[in-house]
């Protein structure tokens, strides 16, 4: 029988766990099983959900815990994200201690998504970058600016050889800078300081309003030049990703944005794993880039969640593309050589304050960045490389910034 199978983290000081794990295989699925007639029992069998393992902790310094794996039918539910997540942890997301830790869908049921289009080595293969992480730059507070300051701001983070920009995902659909506008002024930069760097680039702008003018203004920004976007997943829905995604009109990368995860995923006892919540579903939904905190900026995320994260978007999943893993949040040049210890090259390393917050200004901002990471490439440490040579920006960087250790 074809299931997808979910695998919970239940906390409880006294439960039966067994009995608890009998409960949310059949009240998730058939409902009360002992109370049918055995004719009945018969014909829902196939869709009833199956307890594959129990596996009790009674840690002595910490509450104790089971982790409960429930297989469910997928004759149950619908080929969408809605269906699934609805059935595997819908009621049960209130009932108590439990978090939903991983899922792993079937293949039957993955042959419903495309997935990413691009993924990671199609984002590698736009920006014409194979042999190093590649570098993304954020804009910062360009809400209320008008479209001259805007080209100005890109122009300058272009300079610094980037290799993606991407909107503040707080700037939404406004008069000063409406998305095709923004597209038309900001691709222009791209074009002209592509001339000086010699890097192509993807500006992933913010795709944003009421869900269902969305893939209208997706077309419209991509009418206008627009070679990638930036989406809010979580304020949307999963489904909302997946419906763009698999537009064959919308064919430029889609970057997730993880805003609003904190009210999913932090807590030991309640919500969703970074793993399923930012790794798996944004795979699944056809995100091309995935962003999320690292564990060591502004905003943090614990090392193992991260890693779990990078496996989920990249280990093999049925026909899915990888997605590329950005840790964002606060990173500065000092922290490239533990991301890169954590990621491996197949990486973004992003950062909106670390770049145009650099004393030397914006474009120095990126030019550090890419010193930081040819000196890991090379093996060379940061303290060594700031020392060399055209490498004024870096060392301003580690004077600014320091060079994080762990
Ligand atoms: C986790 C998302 C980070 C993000 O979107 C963002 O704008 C970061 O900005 P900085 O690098 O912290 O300034």
Known sequence: MSMCIATYRAFDEKADFDKKALSIAVGLTVGSWTELPEAQKASMEKHLGKVLSVTVHEPKDAARYADIVIGYPDINFSR???????????????DGRIKLIDIDVSEDFAS???????GLQGVRDLVGVQDRPLLMSIFKSVVGYDLNGLQEQFYQQALGGVDL?????ILFENPLTPIEKRVEVCMEAARKAQEVTGQKLLYAVNLTGPTSKLAEQAKKAIAAGANALLFNTLSYGFDVLHELSSDPDINVPIASH????????????????????LGKLNRLAGADLVLFPSPYGSVVMPKE???????????????????MPVPSAGIH?????LIMKDFGHDVVVNAGGGIHG??????A???????????????????EAATKPQHDELAAAIQAWEIKQS
């Open 80 to 94: 969408d994200i809605p269906a699934l997540l609805v059935t595997i942890f819908g009621k049960l997301s209130m």
């Open 112 to 118: 419903a998504f495309p997935g990413p289009k691009f």
């Open 165 to 169: 920009i991407k909107d503040d995902e």
């Open 258 to 277: 993880p805003a609003l995860a904190g009210a999913i995923y932090p807590s030991a006892y309640y919500g969703m794993s970074p793993a399923v919540l």
């Open 305 to 323: 969640e991260n890693l779990a994260i990078d496996a989920a978007l990249k280990q093999p999943l049925h026909h899915l593309k990888q997605s």
């Open 333 to 337: 040049p000092g922290i490239v050589p």
């Open 358 to 363: 650099h004393p030397m200004g914006t474009a």
């Open 365 to 383: 901002g990126g030019r550090a960045f890419h010193q930081a990471i040819q000196a890991c490439l090379q093996g060379v440490s940061l303290e």
